[in-house]
């Protein structure tokens, strides 16, 4: 029980957002409608229960005027006065029935796009999709949390929430039905009134905790499995992003091993499903056979003693199994509440993972924008994830125009200075002084390509529309990309398309489009030939001459285009 009502706290606290939010009123309204659409066809479901007892009793009493009446447009019983023909419920219920899911996948779109807009906003901002790919090992494919399971959690919440509501309302409504058509039975001497009802309930209370009995374990292994089918997936896609790399390495058996091995766990926890699942299904398949029948063998003999009529044994086996099958909601839907508690679930630890990158977002070396010149860092101390330092009260100042270039052995931690200097580095303390009014850029060995056009990933961050369109050919050409020109409104994966040579080109095209005032270059040139290093350098100073560069490379002929060079060692900025 203590597990049911957190899994309802955790969906509660998902939920609330879009509910309270700023567009609440017209969610509200939209469920509403949904629920009263819902309402109205338990409420025919109720009325059938009366238009099933008068058209059997004609068929018993073979009386072709009450047969025809009720088949169209309806007319009168000696039990509820007059009753709607089949014809006219039937078109009412269908047109209720296709307008109850229309506006409830209406809502579905809604509230998603709502639960995705606010999860993707907030892993973006205050940097928290960086922290958790730092840190956070435990919370795994963000992006399955983000695309899949907000979307299962919409769709099943909707579901099962109405399911629920439909159930209860059915229970409530044929209760009463149920109640007085069940009259008293005597057991051991005693009177028991609305007898039906007390057995309908008694039949599903016992299968409902049976059912929970044999099938709480699949909460475990359907969380589990949405891990594993998301590890398998992501194993897939980096495949598929670093091919050339599995070529030139001949990895191919050995990524053939890794996925097996990852397959094999999906494998493996789904077998534990199809055992969990086929317990399960033993007893709920039992279950709703027996109950097809239990029905007319709880009200037979009311029957056979001629206590009844033939319409009045179907309308009180009609009404005791919707009765039973209200009761046992759980038994037949037991499958998906598993699932969506395992959604509740990892969207509930996203959530936290989220959350606590937001409560630390202030953590690490604070970055202060003020009216200066230069970028300026002092008693700058920067560590690792497990609190290891790699810099220890390292001062630095670079005046505008001015090159530095950072060297030092591999691993010494420049990369690092790099991207606490840039404030994304959660890890460390001391201050970053910033320029008010600066832009700053960042061209790593590896650049980021976004999808879309050539265009785009030219001028990225800024958009396509920034620049003038002979500008940007200006700007390929400038570092020996002019013939990709005709190209640049081409869709294509460029991470893949160019060579690392090109990619890098093209960052430094994008240095020249942005002009930034401080430039940050972190093995910018490594795919390149000294040649071409050497030129796109001299580029860099001509054109921008105004604009601070600092540049962490390995090869001296680089140092020709730099003012000074410090060397990092021994958790120290020294003059080399």
Known sequence: MRHTFAAFRDAWSLSRPFWSGEHRWAARGLLTVVVVLNLALVAMNVLLTYWQRGFYNALETKDWNSFISLLVLGGPTEDFGFIPGFCLVAAIYILVAVYALYLKQALQIRWRRALT????????DHRAYYRLAVQDRATDNPDQRIADDARLFVDSTLTLGLGLMRA???????????????????????????????????????????????????????????RVEADFRYALVRVRDNVEGIALHRGEAEEKDALEGRFGAVIGNWWGIMRATKQLTFFTAGFSQVATIFPFLVVAPNYFAGRIPLGGLIQTSSAFGSVQEAMSWLVNNYEQVAAWRATVQRLTGFDAAVAAAEAHAADGPAVQVEPREDLAASGLTVTLPDARPLLEDVSLSVAPGEAVLVTGASGSGKSTLFRALAGIWPFGRGRIAVPAGRRVLFLPQRPYLPLGSLRRSLCYPSSEAAFDDGVVRAALADVGLGHLAPRLDQVESWDRVLSGGEQQRLAFARALLQRPDLLFLDEATASLDPVAEETLYRLLRERLPGSAIISIAHRPAVAAFHDRILRLQERQLVPA
Do not use: C, D
Request: cysteine-free; overall charge positive.
């Open 117 to 124: 807009e606010s999860f993707t906003r907030r892993w973006l």
């Open 168 to 226: 209860v309302v059915t229970l409530l409504s044929f209760i009463f039905v149920l109640w007085s058509l069940s009259g008293e039975m005597t057991l051991f001497g005693v009177s028991i009134p609305g007898y039906l009802v007390w057995v309908a309930l008694a039949y599903s209370a016992l299968g409902t905790w049976l059912t929970h009995l044999i099938g709480r374990k699949l909460i475990t292994l359907n969380f589990v499995q949405e």
